[in-house]
């Protein structure tokens, strides 16, 4: 399984973005996939999850703003942020939930006040 991410980049707040992550693997229709976040000098953490059923979590940091999307027949899931704020400021990687996990590269998003 090999996973891409893009879409980050530089916004200002109160700005959006959209990431995408595409995979591939024939059984993406039927695994759940997850978006995390690394700021600096922080640990990763969990932004949103979406099950194959459509099933969704959010970390409450992200709750009213950021929303998790999957589209089975392209292999892609993606992320709209809205609102967005300073301390949204972090690497995002896609995750494949397994097991076994797998990781995207990341991307970059920084969001200046």
Do not use: H
Request: hydrophobic fraction near 35%; aromatic fraction near 12%.
């Amino acid at each position: 399984v090999q996973l891409v991410e893009s879409g980050g980049g530089l916004v200002q707040a109160g700005g959006s973005l959209r990431l995408s992550c595409a995979a591939s693997g024939s059984m993406f229709s039927f695994n759940a996939m997850g978006w995390y976040r690394q700021a600096p000098g922080k640990q990763r953490e969990l932004v949103a999850t979406i099950t194959w059923q459509g099933w969704i979590n959010y970390a409450d940091s992200v709750k009213g703003r950021f929303t998790i999307s999957r589209d089975n027949a392209k292999n892609t899931v993606y992320l709209q942020m809205n609102s967005l704020k300073p301390e949204d400021t972090a690497v995002y990687y896609c995750k494949w939930m397994g097991p076994p996990d797998y990781w995207g590269q990341g991307t970059q998003v920084t969001v200046s006040s």
